[in-house]
């Protein structure tokens, strides 16, 4: 309790608590108690939640969301898993930064964003699908593989969403049409990563929205990625 009487807010942590006390706890404290590893299960419905969040943010700007996760652990606003500790590594963080400054201007460079994009669809799917992987590395093998899939199927989708909202747009003879839809997705990113920690359903709810937006138009998203690699294969033979 602080001065006022109300109750101090706790860092999100996808690890539970034993009854003998905490397995992981706020950075400040750093208390790791491996005898309790084998007994600890994450909150199930939170790790999902800030899972489909998180992947869909991975999906949009893959370094953005690594940074951010990282800062946010560093701050103490979130616990990261055992296995997902290396991204509070200031290493990691910085190497992200710097990643998510050369994607923030190649992004919006007209044709070599095509290029860009295209390449991180290979890159920004798998990392999605690993984070979710270590992220669940406590349960079972057969739970990891499914949130891996999952993970991975969501990025895929917020990718593919992005790629079919730039097709639309990047025609258009202006470049500030394109400038501003990317700084968008930067911002929506950065803002999911951070929602997510901070209320983790709720992010999932608006990251279901857009999956269900995507969804329906399917068929467009594919065209949109084949479209994607054809331009690229055009700008690379130029």
């Known amino acids: 309790m602080n001065q006022e009487g109300s109750p101090k807010r706790r860092p999100f942590s996808l690890w539970s608590q ?68 290396l991204l509070d590594s200031w290493y990691v963080i910085g190497a992200s930064a710097v990643l998510f400054a050369v994607e923030f201007f190649a992004d919006k460079i007209p044709a070599f964003d095509l290029i860009w994009n295209a390449l991180h669809t290979f890159i920004r799917v798998p990392v999605a699908a690993l984070l979710a992987y270590r992220a669940t590395a406590s349960l079972s093998p057969w739970e990891q593989l499914a949130a891996a899939a999952l993970g991975g199927a969501i990025a895929l989708a917020a990718h593919g969403g992005k790629t079919a909202v730039r097709a639309a747009v990047t025609p258009s003879p202006e470049p500030l049409s394109n400038m501003t839809l990317s700084l968008g997705e930067d911002a929506l990113a950065i803002f999911l990563t951070w929602f997510a920690v901070r209320h983790p359903y709720w992010s999932a709810a608006i990251v279901s929205v857009l999956l269900l937006v995507i969804l329906l138009l399917a068929h467009w998203v594919v065209r949109s990625i084949r479209a994607l690699f054809r331009g690229a294969e055009r700008e690379l033979v130029k």
């Open 18 to 85: 034993h009854p003998a006390g905490p397995l992981l706890i706020s950075r400040s404290e750093s208390v790791f108690n491996l005898s309790y590893l084998d007994v600890m299960k994450p909150p199930a419905n939170e790790l999902v939640a800030l899972l489909i969040a998180v992947s869909f943010a991975a999906g949009l700007n893959l370094y953005a969301t690594v940074a951010t996760l990282g800062l946010l652990a560093h701050a103490g606003v979130l616990t990261l898993p055992p296995a997902l500790q």
